[in-house]
């Protein structure tokens, strides 16, 4: 793979083996014609951001038999031009690079787009893009605010477009099968899942006043965002822990795990409440999301509860999981330790059975792009708008907390009336913060309100405060359309 991130594009997805029916002329070929193209027909695909996880993008478009990258789109010019090289060296065809992506979507002849652009871009990215016509991938989080995440899916289905959330877990047999053991009743009654993103991070430097990269035009990053000063010393990435771009580690790995979470309870819609602790500990930077964090979702209806614990300090792993999710069942529990792997295990500890497995999620993708129909999807974009949705609806929860000493809260913890030990799981915490040098007694965590939302209205009843999360003030002309304008 020479220059690109070998990890990441296998995390991503598998190359396919067999080349796939395409199109003529900007236009997807009706079924007699798919039976006629010829081979060397490819889809025309335009990726959106191209520094991190569309570096994998690249790869896996440029190597496909059934694909061709035509436009790197990336607002900093020195990765793009970078990246175009690159994908020079793979295919026969060498893309255009632009840094405007309306250019690009501007372009009849692009059939795809994929965006891994930062967090506050996926949606507007996504939403033009099939506007102008064209199928889209884009990474989770696929929303930056749950009002986005809905917006998306109407595009989709009014413009009929193909619309694959990036939770590459729906198209590994390793996640699936362990899920489908769940939903099977093979560890009995399951009323709680726990999220796990256990993944430390470093401190991203002192809050300052920075200079932009001069290959970087700042109108166009910032995008739907408020053009602001760079207050962080690494441009690219650090925007994560910065809330006008990203909502820290449960929007960034959240969405993956907080998924398979809700898929293997069998949640079809958003919960009924929220509640979220937590604080931005063990160091003081420029970064202003939380890096401890505990969420709680309930679902009253089915009696089923949704944790979600983020820690950013080094930690050691909860039944031998740290970036996945733990299953509780009344004869057994799962735990799903990667994107392809897990296994089962009795009241006892014992494995029952294990699963593993990696796929072809773009692949996938691809195959409902043929067929035009979305139901061939392993993860619509409606899968991904509600599992992102979750980890904004904690957010918001932490947002409007008010900052509580851990005596206080431990005590409010023990009122709690849920599946979850809300008390055990605070004590873990609490333990794991003292391992790293935090000394509890002294310290307070910003706990927010329990919120009542409703799922089929998504929004927050009566409560202004917790509605004005839902979507933000954009800078135009970025500005995702309201609901019915898609």
């Known amino acids: 793979m020479s220059q690109f991130t070998r990890r990441q594009f296998l995390e991503d997805s598998l190359l396919a083996a ?6 003529s002329g900007g236009k997807l070929l009706g079924a007699e014609e798919k039976q006629s193209a010829s081979p060397n027909e490819k889809l025309s695909v335009a990726v959106v951001g191209v520094n991190g996880r569309g570096n994998s993008h690249l790869e896996t478009y440029s190597r496909r038999k059934d694909t061709e990258v035509t436009y790197i789109v990336d607002a900093d010019e020195a990765v793009g031009q970078k990246r175009v090289e690159e994908v020079a060296e793979i295919q026969s065809r060498k893309p255009k690079f632009v840094q405007d992506l309306r250019k690009a979507f501007d372009d009849k002849s692009v ?19 099939m506007q102008a016509g064209k199928h889209v991938y884009v990474k989770q989080p696929v929303s930056y605010n749950v009002s986005e995440g809905r917006r998306m899916v109407e595009t989709a289905r009014n413009h009929k477009k193909i619309c694959q959330a990036g939770t590459q877990c729906r198209s590994f047999p390793g996640t699936v099968d362990a899920v489908e053991y769940v939903l099977a009743g093979k560890i009995g009654e399951v009323k709680l899942a726990r999220g796990l993103c256990y993944k430390p991070r470093p401190s991203i430097g002192e809050r300052g006043e920075y200079q932009v990269p001069a290959s970087v035009d700042y109108n166009i990053w910032s995008g739907p965002a408020p053009v602001l000063p760079l207050t962080r010393k690494r441009f690219h990435y650090d925007w994560h822990w910065q809330w006008p771009y990203g909502g820290g580690d449960l929007s960034n790995q959240g969405p993956h795990e907080m998924d398979i ?73 799962v735990v799903i330790t990667s994107y392809t ?36 999807l392993n993860a619509d974009i409606l899968q ?31 009122e709690v009336k849920s599946n979850e030990n809300a008390g055990e799981t605070f004590d873990r915490v609490t333990a794991h913060l003292t391992d790293n040098g935090i000394k509890m007694d002294e310290r307070k965590l910003r706990v927010g309100p329990e919120l009542t939302f409703d799922p089929a209205k998504e929004i927050f009843p009566g409560n202004a405060s917790a509605n004005k999360f839902l979507t933000r003030d954009y800078h135009k002309p970025f500005v995702v359309p309201a609901a019915g304008q898609v």
């Open 261 to 333: 979470a809700r898929w293997g309870l069998g949640q079809t819609g958003l919960s009924r409440r929220v509640f979220s602790y937590g604080g931005r500990l063990g160091y003081e930077d420029a970064g202003e999301t939380p890096n401890t964090m505990v969420i709680t979702h309930e679902f009253p209806e089915d009696g089923k509860t949704l944790v979600f614990e983020v820690r950013g300090l080094k930690t050691g792993d909860l039944k031998g999981a740290k970036i996945g999710v733990i299953f509780y069942g009344s004869e057994g529990y």
């Open 341 to 376: 792997s897990g296994a089962a295990f009795d009241l006892k500890g014992n494995i029952v059975q294990r699963f593993t497995g990696g796929g072809d999620h773009h692949g996938n993708f691809l195959k409902a792009v043929r067929s035009g129909k979305f139901e061939d």
């Open 384 to 414: 991904g708008h509600l599992s992102s949705a979750l980890c904004h609806m904690g957010n918001i929860s932490y947002n409007l907390g008010q900052e509580m000493t851990c005596a206080d809260l431990k005590k409010r913890l023990a």
């Open 111 to 129: 059939d795809i787009v994929t965006t891994a652009t930062p967090n506050h871009w996926h949606a507007l990215a996504a939403i033009w893009a």
């Open 18 to 23: 067999a080349a796939m029916a395409v199109l």
